[in-house]
Structure formats: structure tokens, C-alpha cells
């Protein structure tokens, strides 16, 4: 599963990062506790909520709230590449924003 969250200016575009466009951040996980597979969706601004106990999840991969508040979900390993190059290999990703 991979989670993205607006926040995050990038400089490649300006001298001052500051000023840089908004390219977001994201983190790529398991989306299993416990064995137990989850489903995910959005639930407003950089948060996802799990349709099995309705926890709700950071893009850092924690639930802040709900029964499974504090699991953590296990990092995947993966490279943050600009779109365009996952939608040119991937072109069936599906993208959910929180």
C-alpha cells in the first residue's frame, strides 16, 4: 500500500526550497497487523482509515487512533520516482490520496 500526503516542497523547480512546488511525501507498507489484511481509505487530510476496525492511519504508517491505535504497519522497501516513470511501467497503479 502506498500512502501520500501533500506537505512536502521539493527544489528542483526554485533555488529556495521554500518557494519549491509541493510534491508531497509518501511511505509504502504491508498492509497487514497481526496477519490480518486491511483495506484502506481516505479519511481527510493526510490520514486513511482501515475499513476492517476504522482505525485511522498516518502516511508514516501508524494508527493515531481506534482499536489498533499504535500498530505500527511494516515499511516496504521502494524509490520515490516521479510519476510519470511509475505510470509509464505501471500503468494499471491505482493512486488514493488521504
Known amino acids: ?7 512536502t516542497a521539493s527544489a528542483l523547480d526554485s533555488r529556495d526550497l521554500a518557494a519549491g512546488d509541493d510534491v508531497g511525501t ?3 507498507f504491508r498492509p497487514r497487523v497481526d496477519g490480518r489484511a486491511l483495506t484502506f481509505e481516505p479519511a481527510g487530510e493526510k490520514r486513511v482509515t482501515d475499513q476492517e476496525t476504522g482505525s485511522t492511519w498516518t502516511v508514516l504508517g501508524e494508527a493515531v487512533d481506534g482499536p489498533l491505535q499504535g500498530a505500527r504497519l511494516t515499511r516496504m522497501t521502494h ?14 497503479t491505482r493512486v488514493v490520496q488521504p
Request: hydrophobic share 50%; proline share 8%.
Open 1 to 7: 500500500m502506498v500512502l501520500w500526503a501533500p506537505g
Open 26 to 28: 509518501s511511505g509504502v
Open 79 to 92: 524509490d520515490d520516482t516521479f510519476w510519470f516513470v511509475q505510470h509509464a511501467f505501471r500503468p494499471d
